[in-house]
């Protein structure tokens, strides 16, 4: 593996060129080829910088030598054969990673543990590289280091997807990248969510992406921008055309930064997707958003505001957004405090528009009322896929209200209704008509509802009878559901072996060995009756 060597920084080789192999007070100097038998490198009492010890770190990954100590006056610890096998072994691994990388055109090297000196080493793999087009590199602990060695490759690769998300990137790798991206002419989408990035971070990545013309897609969500980066990108905005999603997720916009970012949307004609959740924009910010998007005659068709502090004050201005923009096709306004006056207020537009399908109101203290207004909207909707209604306190009468709406006529594949005070009477029953007439349903989420074995009966009621086989998910955890009521699952379960769920979750209620033992034997009988359809309940 020496001729590893010759790849490695003049440094690293000035570095190795010892008078000795053994410990001694003489500076590095000049050493003779490295023999074969070599396994161990002691370089005690040297005054060794920390360039060179950074390349003495990496050496131990190239080759199966022992570099060792790197601290002046340290003792040498181990077994030196143990550490080199421990070695050899790192060095496979990394070749393994290095190999993925150059080799496919889509790598996933998430959740590896390479640290910096790891990344430096495998990303090298991208240099002059026409194969690999999307590399996953999340949760790996890159920091300065490794993304510098990154930045150094990017030019010459072929990269059209990074990932890099869930490292330690902050502000000094976030600039590295902002140099690199002003040029770049191969990379579409840039994922740097939770990396510790603030405003210098962003500015710097605002600045790269003035003269880009090739990123379409993104995402900081998860970092430490505040209003100084939002209006540094806010900016980027007003001069870049090429951006089609900006994910700015749980940072620290607030009004301010919410009204910076309006500003430059007015001008702006790329950004379809915009994902400011978690952002405390308030009421004004979001004026200020939905305002901007309304002037600007491009079309908006992804709008994330959720957890933003919104009061039923935002419904009118949201709603002439959602009126004006009938080509939105995902509006999420989840954690927020609507209530039942903006739920009536946003039902009209969302009945205008046309081409969403997916639809995100959990959390926002609807009621009954509001779940009426959005009923009578949402009925028979052309293209609607997937709802959420969950944390609202809809009670027995708005989930009647739900399940009446989409028991027909309806494309809904995902229902959720988590946690929405439901009981086991009559809301658990109209769900159990849903289960049996509807014929769209692929998951169908009823965590938390206090069905208890009521309810349970009830839906089994529902599971015996219904013909849709597209129902894969069933959630019913957190319901108190004791024995009688996994009895009557099972019971259903074996009944209708055809349609039975793929997937049955009954997590956190009271079901004892009895009960488990019943849902058990009911998913053998599935598999035996329904031709090995295999069906999972999970306690």
């Given at each position: 593996?020496?001729?590893r060597l010759e ?7 000035s570095?190795?060129?010892?008078q000795?192999l053994l410990a ?10 490295l023999?074969?038998?070599?396994s ?13 010890a950074h390349?003495l770190?990496r ?6 030598l022992?570099?060792a100590p ?11 054969a143990s550490a080199?096998?421990l070695?050899?072994e790192a060095?496979?691994r ?12 889509s ?7 390479l640290?910096?000196?790891?990344a430096?080493?495998v990303v090298e793999?991208?240099?002059f590289n ?8 999340a ?10 060695q990154?930045c150094?490759v990017l030019?010459t690769?072929r990269?059209?997807?990074l990932?890099?998300?869930?490292n ?5 790798g ?6 690199k991206l002003?040029?770049?002419?191969s990379l579409?989408?840039?994922d740097?969510g ?15 992406l003035?003269?880009n ?20 990108l806010a900016d980027m ?11 700015l ?7 301010d930064g919410a009204?910076?970012?309006?500003a430059?949307l ?20 979001v004026?200020?958003i939905a ?7 491009a079309?908006?068709?992804v709008l994330?505001?959720g957890?933003?502090s ?5 419904s ?13 096709r995902?509006?999420?306004?989840y954690?927020?405090?609507?209530g ?9 537009a ?6 969403l ?5 959990g ?6 009322e ?9 009925g ?8 959420e209604?969950?944390?609202n ?5 708005g989930?009647?209200?739900?399940a ?12 959720k ?6 009981g086991?009477?009559?809301g ?6 849903l289960i049996?007439?509807n014929t769209?349903l692929a998951?169908l989420d009823l965590r938390?509802n ?6 349970a009966?009830l ?5 015996r009878?219904h013909?849709n ?8 955890g957190?319901?108190?559901?004791k ?7 099972a019971?259903a379960?074996k009944?209708?072996a055809?349609g039975?769920v793929k997937?049955l979750r ?5 079901i ?6 019943a849902?058990?034997?009911a ?13 999972t309940?999970?306690?």
């Amino acid at each position: 593996m020496y001729n590893r060597l010759e790849q490695l920084p003049a440094s690293l080789s000035s570095l190795l060129r010892l008078q000795s192999l053994l410990a001694g007070h003489n500076l590095l100097t000049e050493l003779p080829p490295l023999p074969d038998s070599l396994s161990r490198i002691d370089v005690s009492y040297n005054r060794l910088k920390g360039l060179d010890a950074h390349h003495l770190l990496r050496l131990t990954f190239l080759t199966s030598l022992c570099v060792a100590p790197l601290a002046a006056g340290a003792s040498a610890a181990g077994d030196a054969a143990s550490a080199k096998r421990l070695q050899r072994e790192a060095a496979a691994r990394l070749n393994v990673l290095s190999s993925v990388l150059q080799n496919s055109p889509s790598a996933d090297l998430s959740a590896k543990n390479l640290g910096d000196e790891g990344a430096a080493y495998v990303v090298e793999a991208l240099a002059f590289n026409t194969t690999c087009v999307a590399a996953n590199l999340a949760n790996n602990g890159i920091g300065r280091v490794g993304i510098a060695q990154l930045c150094e490759v990017l030019p010459t690769c072929r990269l059209e997807t990074l990932v890099l998300a869930t490292n330690s990137v902050g502000d000094d790798g976030a600039e590295l990248l902002g140099a690199k991206l002003s040029g770049n002419a191969s990379l579409q989408a840039l994922d740097l969510g939770s990396n510790g990035i603030g405003d210098a971070g962003a500015a710097a990545l605002g600045e790269g992406l003035k003269l880009n013309t090739t990123l379409l897609k993104l995402d900081l969500s998860g970092n430490a921008v505040d209003v100084k980066g939002a209006e540094a990108l806010a900016d980027m905005l007003a001069v870049n055309q090429t951006l089609t999603r900006l994910a700015l997720n749980d940072n620290y916009i607030g009004t301010d930064g919410a009204k910076a970012l309006a500003a430059a949307l007015m001008g702006n004609s790329s950004i379809r997707e915009l994902q400011l959740r978690g952002n405390e924009l308030g009421d004004a910010g979001v004026q200020a958003i939905a305002e901007a998007l309304m002037a600007r005659e491009a079309p908006i068709e992804v709008l994330d505001l959720g957890n933003n502090s919104l009061t039923s004050e935002s419904s009118d201005v949201l709603a002439r957004l959602l009126f004006n923009k009938p080509n939105l096709r995902d509006v999420n306004l989840y954690m927020n405090e609507l209530g039942n006056d903006g739920a009536a207020r946003l039902a009209p537009a969302l009945a205008a528009c046309k081409e969403l399908s997916t639809l995100d109101l959990g959390g926002n203290d609807i009621g009954p009322e509001g779940a009426a207004a959005l009923g009578s909207a949402l009925g028979g909707h052309p293209v609607l896929k997937s709802v959420e209604l969950g944390y609202n306190p809809l009670g027995p009468e708005g989930a009647e209200t739900i399940a009446n709406t989409f028991k027909f006529n309806t494309k809904v594949e995902t229902l959720k209704l988590g946690w929405c005070k439901i009981g086991g009477g009559p809301g658990a029953r109209a769900l159990a008509d849903l289960i049996m007439y509807n014929t769209t349903l692929a998951q169908l989420d009823l965590r938390g509802n206090a069905l208890g074995n009521d309810g349970a009966i009830l839906i089994g009621r529902g599971l015996r009878a219904h013909e849709n086989k597209r129902l894969a998910e069933l959630d019913l955890g957190y319901n108190e559901i004791k024995d009688d009521g996994a009895c009557a699952l099972a019971q259903a379960l074996k009944a209708n072996a055809e349609g039975a769920v793929k997937e049955l979750r009954l997590n956190a209620n009271y079901i004892t060995r009895f009960g488990q033992v019943a849902l058990s034997e009911a998913v053998d009988m599935v598999y035996e009756m329904a031709g090995g359809r295999t069906t999972t309940v999970s306690f």
